[in-house]
């Protein structure tokens, strides 16, 4: 299934998105959901460093894995549950830039909390986004409570779980996939193996070379994708919903794919990994892919790149001046959800 991966796109490569069915206002769809994500990520992190925002948690080099595998699922009916460096994910469900960067400066009107959240915990009930814990892997058997019971009461949903590799590490991975495979619940697990838990490589985190692998032991399909390959992963996350939505049950979806940033706004990266790999894997990045296949097909050149980028920055612009204009949470709203009133 996998493309070779880190290779870029030729000119002239064959049609690939059409046999998905995908169109071309697809693929402008997903670049620029990509582009827009990449824009407002980068945005986040000068407002950090203004000391605007307290934190940033980044899914720059991540958007191909997020955009392909979200792409598949059906917003407002299916569920989407990701993790902190899901801002791509979020975006491809419906969430705007808006509803994002009122969350980073946690204002009253932050649809995922009201303000109470740490940046990169996405939620957004009207389309089916659930906001997750700080707690790696704790939304992993959340998704498959939501399949279960969608499920259980007859109806058509299919329930997503992204995560990071240093996930499938925790006992919370392996309940659920357990739990999934049992009953045949209608989910799928969407890593996005970035190489490092934190600061640890993969091959001091996990014994086995690919999370997929682990999904045999619990009776469903893993697969091995190109997480910068956003066709890729598409289309392994196509085959995947059809299948749960075919009652076949669950499948474990990998992305092998590369962070680009720090692991925060406060991780010195340099103590872990160097600028030349970092700056490898920034040449053969999502956008870079997903540009270079458009072009081959006739659907990119410069003018349609300088349309993206204007619309992707006022739309970063606007969100970021309407956040800060926004107000905080009022502090008599603190123990609202949280305790019951007598």
């Given at each position: 299934m996998?493309?070779?991966?880190?290779?870029?796109?030729?000119?002239?490569?064959?049609?690939?998105?059409t046999p998905?069915?995908?169109t071309?206002?697809d693929?402008?769809?997903?670049?620029?959901?990509?582009?827009?994500?990449?824009s407002?990520?980068?945005?986040m992190?000068i407002?950090?460093?203004?000391?605007k925002?307290?934190f940033?948690?980044?899914?720059q080099?991540?958007e191909?894995?997020?955009?392909?595998?979200?792409?598949a699922?059906e917003?407002?009916?299916?569920?989407?549950?990701?993790?902190y460096?899901?801002l791509?994910?979020?975006?491809?469900?419906g969430?705007?830039?808006?509803?994002?960067?009122?969350?980073l400066?946690a204002?009253a009107?932050?649809?995922?909390?009201?303000?109470?959240q740490?940046?990169g915990?996405y939620?957004?009930?009207?389309?089916?986004?659930?906001s997750?814990?700080?707690?790696i892997?704790?939304?992993?058997?959340?998704?498959?409570?939501i399949?279960?019971?969608?499920?259980?009461?007859g109806?058509?949903?299919?329930?997503?779980?992204?995560?990071?590799?240093?996930?499938?590490?925790?006992?919370?991975?392996?309940?659920?996939?357990?739990?999934?495979?049992?009953?045949k619940?209608?989910?799928?697990?969407v890593?996005e193996?970035?190489r490092?838990?934190?600061?640890?490589?993969?091959?001091?985190?996990m014994?086995v070379?690919?999370?997929a692998?682990?999904?045999c032991?619990?009776g469903f399909?893993?697969v091995?994708?190109?997480?910068?390959?956003?066709?890729?992963?598409y289309g392994?996350?196509?085959?995947?919903?059809?299948?749960?939505?075919?009652?076949?049950?669950?499948?474990l979806?990998?992305?092998?794919?590369?962070?680009?940033?720090p692991?925060s706004s406060?991780?010195?990266e340099?103590r872990?990994?160097?600028?030349v790999?970092?700056?490898?894997?920034k040449r053969?990045?999502?956008?870079?892919?997903?540009?270079?296949?458009?072009?081959?097909?006739?659907?990119?050149?410069e003018?349609?790149e300088?349309?993206v980028?204007?619309?992707?920055?006022?739309?970063?612009?606007?969100?970021?001046?309407?956040a800060?204009?926004?107000v905080?949470?009022d502090?008599?709203?603190?123990?609202?959800?949280?305790?019951?009133?007598?």
């Open positions: 996998a493309a070779t991966q880190g290779q870029p796109t030729v000119a002239g490569a064959v049609d690939r998105h998905l069915g995908l071309p206002d693929l402008k769809r997903m670049y620029y959901l990509m582009v827009l994500a990449r407002l990520d980068e945005r992190w407002l950090n460093r203004q000391g925002v307290a940033v948690i980044s899914g080099g991540q191909g894995a997020q955009v392909g595998s979200a792409y699922l917003p407002g009916k299916d569920f989407f549950v990701p993790y460096r899901d791509t994910v979020a975006l491809t469900a969430m705007t830039a808006r509803d994002l960067m009122l969350a400066f204002r009107e932050d649809p995922a909390s009201g303000g109470r740490m940046p915990h939620g957004h009930r009207a389309h089916n986004v659930v997750g814990s700080s707690p892997a704790t939304q992993i058997p959340h998704a498959v409570g399949a279960m019971a969608s499920k259980i009461k109806e058509d949903v299919v329930a997503a779980a992204w995560f990071g590799e240093a996930a499938s590490s925790k006992g919370d991975f392996h309940e659920a996939l357990n739990f999934a495979g049992l009953l619940a209608p989910v799928v697990f890593c193996n970035n490092y838990a934190i600061s640890v490589p993969e091959t001091k985190q014994p070379p690919n999370v692998d682990k999904a032991a619990y399909p893993g091995i994708t190109d997480g910068n390959d956003v066709l890729d992963v392994a996350m196509k085959e995947a919903v059809e299948r749960a939505r075919r009652g076949d049950g669950p499948t979806i990998e992305c092998k794919t590369y962070r680009i940033v692991h406060d991780d010195d340099s872990y990994r160097s600028k790999e970092v700056e490898e894997w053969k990045g999502p956008i870079e892919r997903l540009r270079a296949y458009m072009e081959s097909q006739g659907i990119w050149d003018g349609y300088r349309e980028r204007e619309r992707a920055l006022s739309e970063v612009n606007d969100a970021t001046e309407y800060e204009r926004a905080s949470p502090a008599v709203t603190i123990l609202d959800n949280l305790f019951g009133r007598v």
